[in-house]
Nanobody
Framework: QVQLVESGGGLVQAGGSLRLSCAAS????????MGWLRQAPGKEREFVAS????????YYADSVKGRFTISRDNAKNTVYLQMDSLKPEDTAVYYC??????????????????WGQGTQVTVSS
């Protein structure tokens, strides 16, 4: 098992930036694919970005490509999501997630075994 704690959310004006962090504890961090998913009011939870076990591969939802960057530091057991050029439609609760499978890595939002509590990101117009 792994426990995940997100931080870094907040209120930002459109066009601004935020960096989310997710600190993991439990099983060896490098054993897990890590990802970020989000859920906006009235919408289903959706995949945002993921990163492979050693950081060699990343995947992004089309809606965030070119604006968001996922990274991980296995020595610190931490995964990050740098969010630039934020838009109002990015407003959501952002969740850190972990899994051991490639199915999760490639964007299957149902495949993630472990979840954090989420952090709110609000982007104003």
């Amino acid at each position: 098992q792994v426990q995940l704690v997100e931080s870094g959310g907040g209120l930002v004006q459109a066009g601004g930036s935020l960096r989310l962090s997710c600190a993991a504890s439990g099983r060896t961090f490098s054993s897990y694919v890590m990802g970020w998913l989000r859920q906006a009011p009235g919408k289903e939870r959706e995949f945002v970005a993921s990163i492979s076990w050693s950081g060699g591969s990343t995947y992004y939802a089309d809606s965030v490509k070119g604006r968001f960057t996922i990274s991980r530091d296995n020595a610190k057991n931490t995964v990050y999501l740098q969010m630039d050029s934020l838009k109002p439609e990015d407003t959501a609760v952002y969740y850190c997630a972990a899994d051991v499978t490639r199915r999760a890595l490639i964007g299957d939002s149902t495949a993630w075994a472990y979840w954090g509590q989420g952090t709110q990101v609000t982007v104003s117009s």
